[in-house]
């Protein structure tokens, strides 16, 4: 379980002045669900799961992965970034291997299990590519590999379809679903997209401009297996109405 209590984090700008980017966030996040979190830009939705990841150190509150504090990068963790960092030089494989690699754990065994993630991504037969190689949406299916290839019980996305067309995106958030049904996993995923929170989540987080706290949690009572044409039911058309008042914090309209 995900947990947090009274988050707060403060950065120093580069002209001195502090930015308070997280304030008061409490929020918890249940095994094995899939948690979407919207809000506008700026607004500290990459700082909460850069928290969460232990990358960069909070300043104020409780940050807990099943009750234990964060406080460094933690294995049990897969991070998906908004453009595929992948090492340029390195062939796929290498690439979707290297988080085992960096934790020591490359055997036979990590390897297979490579080439099956990368065979369930669509993607046999371009092991010994390199990324330049690949479309984007190609690379950044590697790097959704790579999050799951150490088997992560949690994986924190930031816009990870973020530089996609339209309808790349539509089928890699349904092949997202796939996976995490065929290997379950907690997912903490941002997206500045309404639609493709309701359509992909659980519960859908939205937080307030500057400084960041939430706003309002809204469960998706949509049944699964979700798709795309979900959008013409009124249970999304509630979900997404909601969802708006709060980013916008105004009320619904009638
Ligand atoms: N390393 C940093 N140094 C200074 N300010 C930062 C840093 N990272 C983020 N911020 C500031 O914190 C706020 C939240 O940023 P971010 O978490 O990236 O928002 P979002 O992902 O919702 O767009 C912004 O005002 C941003 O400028
Ligand atoms: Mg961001």
Redo the contacts with the bound molecule.
């Keep these: 379980m995900i947990s947090l209590d009274g988050v707060g984090k403060r ?4 002209d001195g002045h502090e ?1 308070q ?1 997280l304030s008061g966030v409490s929020l918890t996040v249940a095994d094995g669900s899939f948690t979407a979190l919207v ?10 799961l ?1 928290l969460v990841a232990g990358l ?1 150190p909070k300043s104020e509150g409780h940050v807990q992965l099943d009750g234990r504090e964060v406080t460094a990068p933690h294995p049990d963790v897969g991070f998906v970034f908004q453009a595929p960092t992948l090492l340029p030089w390195a062939d796929v494989l290498t690439n979707v291997l290297f988080p085992l690699r960096i934790l020591g754990k490359l055997d036979a065994t990590g390897t297979a299990r490579a080439r099956e993630l990368l065979a369930m991504a669509g993607l046999s037969g371009f092991e010994r590519k390199t990324p330049r190689e690949l479309s984007g949406g190609m690379q950044q299916r590697v790097a959704i590999c790579r999050a799951l290839v150490h088997e992560p019980r949690i994986l924190l996305m ?1 816009e990870p379809f973020g530089a996609l067309d339209a309808l790349t995106r539509e089928e890699m958030s349904l092949e997202l679903l796939r996976l995490w049904t065929e290997r379950p996993c907690t997912i903490l995923f ?1 997206t500045h997209s309404i639609t493709e929170a309701v359509i992909l989540a659980d519960q859908v987080v939205t ?1 307030t401009p ?1 400084p ?1 706290r939430v706003a309002d949690i809204v469960d998706v009572a949509l049944p699964r297996p979700r798709s795309f044409s979900q959008v013409s039911t009124e249970e999304f058309a509630r979900c997404a109405e909601r969802i708006r008042s709060h980013i916008f914090g105004r009320p619904v309209a009638a």
């Design positions: 950065f120093e700008a580069a930015v980017a809000g506008q830009s700026g607004c500290g939705k990459s700082t909460l850069r960069v930031d941002v937080m500057r960041g």
